[in-house]
């Protein structure tokens, strides 16, 4: 008895919706074209909305810290300032980006965004790490800053917030600078904290290292979040 021929398809066949050996299941998703027209556009305006409230915030934060850190000689508070203005820019640039009247022009935009973004981080780590060098060789010693210690806290409080909705937003969007962007709010929240710790610390026990030490692990992160934007990486984000 002959053995029996196995069955062939007939058509074209649906790709494997298996993904590749070491993909990264939280990446975003290259583009958003799968959505809705409608959808689409509630996205990019609520985007819109989210680097709205992010550069008003980050503008009163930039005004408040580098004057206090400016009146309390602190190396860290002034480069969360600076981080501040980064903040701002990097999100005036994904603003740019969503005022693109379509999908398509958007993601046109798309590198440019990412590029100002990956500057900005690169000339923040530039400065305040050559600062805080500058700081720990000479010993320098901040002065107390009441007014920094309730900036890093109100921040280490709003920040979550704002990154949060804007990485949703931007992930089902499969917008890479909107989620880079919110990466950038969320690196804000991580320095505030590193702030605080470093503010609280000096003025406690006078460790006056703590300081520009804090300043440093700013600058650390800022190098690596540089990188992944210049990448577009924003894998498990």
């Known amino acids: 008895m002959s053995a029996q021929l196995p069955l062939i398809p007939i058509g074209p066949t649906r790709p494997s919706a298996v993904k590749p050996s070491g993909a ?16 689409q556009a509630t996205l990019a305006r609520r985007i819109r ?27 860290a508070l002034i480069g969360f300032g600076l981080d501040s203005v980064v903040e701002v820019a990097s999100a005036a640039a994904v603003a740019w980006q969503f005022t ?10 798309e590198r440019a965004a990412l590029r ?26 901040p002065d107390h800053s009441t007014v920094g210690l ?16 804007q990485r949703r937003a931007g992930r089902e969007l499969g917008s890479v600078s909107a989620v880079a962007d919110s990466k950038q709010t969320l690196l804000c929240t991580y320095l505030s904290a590193v702030l605080l710790v470093g503010l609280a610390v000096n003025s406690l026990f006078g460790w006056w290292w703590a300081d520009p030490a804090a300043a440093l692990v700013i600058a650390a992160v800022a190098v690596k979040e540089g990188r992944e934007a210049w990448r577009g990486d924003t894998c498990c984000a």
């Open 49 to 75: 909305w989210f680097v709205a409230a992010t550069i008003a915030y980050n503008v009163i934060e930039a005004i408040v810290a580098i004057s206090a850190g400016t009146v309390a000689s602190s190396t």
């Open 150 to 165: 309730i900036l890093a806290a109100l921040s280490l409080a709003v920040m979550p917030v704002l990154s949060t909705a």
């Open 116 to 141: 100002v973004i990956a500057v900005s981080f690169f000339a923040l780590a530039g400065y305040v790490g050559s600062e805080s060098v500058r700081a720990l060789l000479n010993a320098h010693r």
């Open 100 to 109: 693109g009247a379509d999908h398509e022009r958007r993601e046109s935009r």
């Open 24 to 39: 990264c299941p939280s990446a975003v998703e290259p583009s958003g074209a799968h959505l809705s027209a409608a959808r």
